[in-house]
Nanobody
């Protein structure tokens, strides 16, 4: 069974940092591109960053230079390091395959950035 479990969100002041974690079931971790997504209140879910099976990372323009993806293969965990956070980064953050598959959306983790 494929699962994505996010954690690490919280409340942070603008300019601060957070690191999100996504534990991925082993079968999905090595066979899929993995993406980080977010959904702010009243907005559609959007792609934040993704990492290909070949370990190539891509970032949305609105997070370039601030966010970065890393991976711990031993722990089947994908990380999203978020620096220089802005109030507009406030959202629920999710991980999933890329492109996202409906059956794999988890609960996400809430990130709130105060001004």
């Amino acid at each position: 069974q494929v699962q994505f479990v996010e954690s690490g969100g919280g409340l942070v002041q603008a300019g601060g940092s957070l690191r999100l974690s996504c534990v991925v079931s082993r079968s999905a971790f090595s066979r899929n591109d993995i993406g980080w997504y977010r959904q702010a209140p009243g907005k559609e879910r959007e792609l934040v960053a993704r990492r290909s099976i070949g370990n190539v990372s891509n970032y949305a323009d609105f997070v370039k230079g601030r966010f970065s993806i890393s991976r711990d293969y031993a722990k089947n965990t994908e990380y999203l390091q978020m620096n220089s956070l802005k109030p507009e980064d406030t959202a629920v953050y999710y991980c999933n395959t890329y492109p996202g598959k409906d059956d794999y959306w988890g609960q996400g983790t809430q990130v709130t950035v105060s001004s």
